[in-house]
């Protein structure tokens, strides 16, 4: 059995069990995931966690929805007993004023037939037997840790907030996991090796989970009781499994995202059937009106027989490939567009804390304004994010530390309701088993044990920063070595990416040559020159219709200062060349 704290807990299998008179509708009839009513504590739905073990903690207490006020909670709730391959769920690590809230809708007649006919795992069935006491398990797959052959890990981290590079040599600070923390009691004695390195839940380890659920709350609020998070592999792979439990080629589904889009999501709905299909954008990314009038003269016949697309993806901080950022108007206007027509948003959000201030340099890069004095007022800067305003649970949000700690680590967590959540982890037993447990260990050691909340959200507020003045950098390099009569640009809010339009129709041979062929000359002279910078058409939604503009995706993310004003003065020379302008 789970050794269990003497403080007052909760696990799934302790709490008490409610009885309600409540009729059903057929389709909850039908897919029991959550037949609990508006304002209740949700339950283990779906029979979502057959472990051998359950986590154990104590009971939330009400604190304030602060950093403060998290230290608060985890300080009476006492410490996190989470054996190998135990069990948890948000619910046990949220605030009690979380389920103060109606609960989301359902989303039965949006979710494919793929998601509706998936079963829970029949091996994690047999799991729930070992929870008698006395049991003696022959049945398990799960190794000794005794034939695990890393014995301990040793990183150097930043110590906050000294995060530069050159201050963590001396100023940094040393954390190591051994494999037996946890039965010895050392390091704090939550997560070790032995746990880490051997299976675990496919919504991922409670010690991760915990923090994930709390940073969920503290930075977004989501307004209805029944949300939560699962681990996964980055959001690449969120994806695919969203995009396949919302949409089924047997149906003729279509998907709804920014006409210019991350090239990388459109190939990944292209094998599964789904038609891609791009809505018009400005210097804020998707225009709402614009989707509204996709939506509402949608013709089955027009579309190639797609039917009017029920899901809209979309990066509504510092858009990949175009750095367009909506405006919070912008995203209740999005929001509200979607509620009228039923359409379910999958909000993937790896650039939301790169959020910048506006741009104001003029023949050099300015010093950035000062930063936010606290994680606070950092957080109150943020444009509100979509799962902050989704009153019915129609949001799949998708988070990652891919952008913002390291993207080897493949680690991010997605936060919907929890039918959603509950169809994304019968669909994880099945497909990657959750994200790997030596991440999950290094990531808890660095934002949970090391950081804690108010560190990490100081180091988001450092890259923030940083990213400002490599924006900033790039910017200044445009004014001056771009001809500024033939490419534009709006400076990016957010993100790491720069757009640049060149007006194709003053090329001289404007009459007689594609955008296509325009734009393949120019990249040509670039690599020519010793530049990369992407080609716009490869971003394009909808690759069978003939571009109407010619861009190029830059990044600010990577090269030196130096280096880029470099890059960007062969980019502008590459321009020239082909518009027949003598070089500057």
Known sequence: MAKISTAPYRTLSSRPLIHLTRRLTPSAARHPFSTSPRCLKPSNVGNLGLAEKDATIGAQAPEPLTIEGIKARRAKAGKLVAPTASYSDSDMFKSPQAFDKPKARRWDHLLSQESLSREPCVLKQAARYLKKPGMISLGGGLPSATNFPIDSLTM????????????????GRDVTVGKYDVREGRRGGVYD????????????AAQLLR???????????????????????GSTGALEQALRMFCDRARA????????????????????????????????????????????????????????????YTVPSGQNPTGATQGERRRRDIYDVCRRHDVYILEDEPYYFLQMPPYGASASASAPPPPAATPEAFLQGLVPSLLSMDTDGRVLRMDSFSKVVVPGARLGWVTASEQVVERYVRHAEVASQGPSGLSQVLLYKLVDEA???????????????????RRDAILVACERYLPRDLVSWVPPAAGMFLWLQVDHTQHPQASTKSILEIEDDIFAS????????IRGSWFRAEQDVPPSGLFFRTTFA???EDDMARAIERFGAAVRESFGRQPS
Request: with cysteine.
């Open 211 to 233: 923090w994930v659920t709390e940073h969920t709350e503290l930075v977004h609020r989501p307004p209805y009781a029944d949300w939560r998070c699962a681990l996964t592999v």
């Open 253 to 312: 589904d279509a998907l709804l995202t920014e006409a210019h889009t991350f090239s990388t999501a459109r190939e990944t709905a292209a094998p599964l059937g789904i038609r891609v299909f791009g809505v018009a954008m400005d210097g804020q990314g998707l225009r709402a009106d614009a989707l509204d009038e996709v939506l509402a003269a949608w013709d089955p016949a027009a579309r190639g027989g797609a039917r009017r697309p029920s899901v809209l």
């Open 193 to 204: 090796l032995a746990i880490a390195s051997n299976y675990g839940q496919s919504a991922g």
């Open 156 to 171: 150097r981290i930043p110590t906050p907030p000294h995060f530069a590079e050159a201050q963590v040599p001396a100023a």
């Open 558 to 560: 990577a090269a030196s």
């Open 451 to 469: 950081w804690g909340h108010d560190g990490y959200l100081r180091w988001l507020m450092h890259l923030r920063l940083e990213y400002t003045r």
């Open 526 to 533: 670039c690599i020519d020159k010793g530049v990369l910078a």
